[in-house]
């Protein structure tokens, strides 16, 4: 009875070891380091009592959204009752910022006062936490896992360039595979940039092969 338990002891312990080898995550070709996406609502109530924001009450916001640093990849919503006729309103002090007013609104604490409308700027960000990691740098690895590093430029860059956060969560619904107006963008941009080393007012040409060999001299 007793050398029977000990194999099966032993088959259980023998069948547990490629489970557990087989479920970490180092030992596959995705990197265990990946962009961290966080969301901050930020809430202001301004005093809508006709449904319109007042110039004070316009200036407040203005004044608000500069002080949150309101920039591209920020997302503004408008609640309230009174939410349909102040986005309006709303819409023409975020627009001094290159921002339109977006449908919905996510749900934050309490409700706006009667009278009032709430206006939230939704910030998403993506971010690397714990990287770099050099703290196995060498050691004796028999499971063939990644490095701990493994994943930290490519994804730190890839959260750093991302334009929307939020796209790194859901994507984007309802738009084709390629935007060829996007690429080509880029591509007419890097095309039409002012070469460096041209001369003020000579336009775009190739500098001179042979003033530059002359000055090396």
Not at 127 to 149: D, E, K, R
Not at 165 to 174: I, Q
Not at 182 to 194: D, N, T
């Amino acid at each position: 009875m007793r050398s029977t338990f000990s194999l099966l002891l032993l088959a259980s312990v023998a069948a547990a070891v490629p489970a557990q080898a087989k479920d970490d995550p180092r030992r596959g070709v995705e990197a265990v380091n990946v962009p961290v996406v966080t969301r901050s609502d930020y809430v202001f109530d301004a005093s809508a009592p006709d449904g319109r924001l007042s110039s004070f009450e316009q200036a407040r916001l203005d004044a608000w959204l500069a002080g949150l640093g309101l920039d591209f990849g920020d997302r503004v919503y408008v609640s309230g009752d009174a939410a349909s006729s102040a986005r309006y309103d709303v819409a023409q002090v975020i627009g001094r910022y290159g921002m339109l007013v977006s449908s919905g609104a996510p749900v934050t604490a309490g409700t706006p006062a009667p009278g009032s409308v709430r206006v939230v700027v939704s910030r998403t960000r993506a971010a690397m936490h714990g990287c770099p990691n050099w703290s196995g740098v060498a050691y004796v690895n028999y499971g063939n896992q990644t490095m701990p590093n493994y994943g930290c430029a490519v994804n730190g860059n890839l959260a750093a360039m991302v334009a929307d956060p939020n796209d790194l969560v859901s994507g984007r619904a309802g738009l084709p595979g390629s935007d060829g107006f996007a690429g080509a963008k880029a591509i007419a941009l890097y095309r039409s940039w002012e070469l460096t080393g041209v001369v003020e007012g000579q336009g775009r040409r190739p500098l001179d092969k042979s003033s530059t060999k002359s000055e090396e001299k």
